[in-house]
């Protein structure tokens, strides 16, 4: 399935006609691009996991090409325009600009969401087809940010990309797990669109493992890349948590971005992540009238940024530390969520104190993270470690012609699973399964010469 018009029928025609949300106006965007000074050696650069040439699009924009900005990013990263919205620039490419140290650093987040909105909202095509296919096959198993920046580097090769999805809509996580006053569906989709429309064959509702079996994908293929991401949302396993009213964090943001979610009076979230932070802002925003989050450690171990914290407080959000859930009460519906307060022994580690308290809740949302996909995992017998795939830094697993990039990848350690980084995950895996199927085609005598294959 190709086409703008397709995609957009699958999640709405709304979703297409945005809306476009850039916070800056022309005038303020030459202004702004204007404090760049151009660095020689850039650290914004450096910073960036999927390197943009962040001076080179900077510079366009002050010369008053805005379209030409926007192929500049997008030729580093195929999901710029969302990664513009939701990257925490502040830690990433403006944290290291130089300007940071004496005064503001210049805002590259909203000059980015400014150059790719030129392109998006007009639906201008930065990219053709390539004119000079290769006659190799490639399968992408799921449709989220590293699968779709994978599908764009195979098919500007000239590869044939299939794409497997288990949703009816491209995007992933920007699609269903990003807050619609974050990230609007119409920027998932037009983005979706610009890397369908070259010829990549997007297979909707189709589960791998259960409609398509993964060894006939490892055999028809000269590659196959798993980036299925992760699964539903952890459950507490507490006694109460079949009651109304107590849902996961990805289902409630999923239905925030469908327009079907409401919010409770009272509103209770577990965990401090990203998500969390999400989740909690979101229901604030749907009308609650107290939301408070309960995390079980302490404010210097949550693991939200500081910008995400920072916006939850301002929505007024409030926070409640050492707490930690061991039962929700309620006759059919959550009334009241019983909590322990925890404290850290001798030894370092946190535990369960002796006095608890009880808050009142007539919705809880539970964001402690999500399950791995051991079934998909097992299917194509890779290594994992704890439901993280194995890869090497180009995104190999262990298993010849098979591949991983994304949240599947990550192990919750080290680098923060952002889209940016599964973008860049994607991108190092596609370049490597073109390497590979090209050095097997060699060995076998089966290359054909002159194909355009990138060094």
């Not at 809306?19 to 910073?47: G, H, N």
């Not at 497997?164 to 920007?174: I, V």
């Not at 409630?252 to 932070?277: H, S, W």
Request: proline share 5%; aromatic share 6%.
């Amino acid at each position: 399935m190709n086409g703008r018009m397709e995609v957009a029928q699958m999640m709405g025609a709304e979703a297409v006609q945005g809306p476009w949300s850039s916070t800056i106006s022309d005038v303020e965007a030459m202004a702004e691009a204007a404090r760049c000074l151009f660095c020689e050696d850039p650290p914004c650069v450096r910073a960036c996991p999927t390197g943009i040439d962040i001076p080179l699009f900077i510079r366009k924009i002050a010369s008053g090409n805005r379209v030409g900005a926007a192929k500049t990013i997008f030729d580093a990263n195929p999901l710029g325009s969302s990664c513009a919205r939701v990257c925490p620039t502040d830690e990433l490419c403006e944290g290291a600009c130089v300007w940071g140290k004496s005064s503001r650093p210049v805002e590259i987040g909203r000059l980015q969401q400014y150059a790719t909105d030129a392109v998006l909202e007009r639906g201008v095509a930065l990219y053709d087809p390539p004119s000079q296919p290769i006659p190799y096959r490639f399968a992408i198993i799921g449709a989220g940010p590293a699968g779709l920046a994978a599908a764009r580097e195979l098919a500007l090769a000239g590869a044939q990309v299939t794409v497997y999805e288990r949703e009816q809509s491209p995007g992933g996580l920007n699609t269903y797990g990003i807050p619609p006053f974050r990230l609007s569906e119409g920027v998932a989709v037009a983005e979706a669109e610009m890397i369908l429309s070259l010829g990549v064959r997007f297979e909707r509702g189709v589960d791998v493992g259960m409609h398509v079996r993964p060894e006939q994908l490892v055999d028809s293929c000269d590659g196959v890349l798993l980036a299925c991401g992760l699964g539903a949302g952890k459950r507490l396993g507490i006694e109460g948590e079949e009651l109304d009213g107590v849902m996961d964090a990805i289902t409630f943001l999923r239905m925030a971005k469908e327009g079907r979610a409401r919010a409770g009076r009272e509103v209770v979230v577990i965990g401090a992540g990203n998500t969390a932070m999400d989740a909690a802002t979101t229901a604030r925003r749907l009308g609650a009238e107290r939301v408070t989050i309960v995390y079980r450690r302490s404010e210097k171990e949550m693991t939200a940024y500081r910008f995400e914290y920072a916006f939850a407080k301002s929505e007024g959000v409030q926070f409640r530390w050492k707490l930690m859930p061991v039962r929700f009460v309620g006759e059919g519906a959550v009334q009241e969520v019983r909590c322990r307060q925890t404290e850290l022994d001798p030894s370092g580690a946190w535990r369960l104190a002796e006095r608890e308290e009880r808050l009142s809740a007539d919705q809880v949302i539970v964001a402690i993270g999500q399950a791995r996909r051991w079934d998909l995992l097992d299917a194509f017998q890779v290594p994992h470690r704890d439901g993280a795939v194995t890869v090497d830094e180009q995104g190999r697993t262990r298993r010849p012609k098979v591949y991983a990039a994304g949240d599947c990848v990550w192990s919750g350690k080290g680098a923060e699973a952002t889209v940016v980084v599964a973008v860049e995950q994607g991108k190092r895996a596609a370049l490597a399964m073109l390497k590979d199927a090209r050095s097997r085609r060699v060995e076998h005598g089966l290359a054909t010469e002159g194909s355009a294959w990138p060094t």
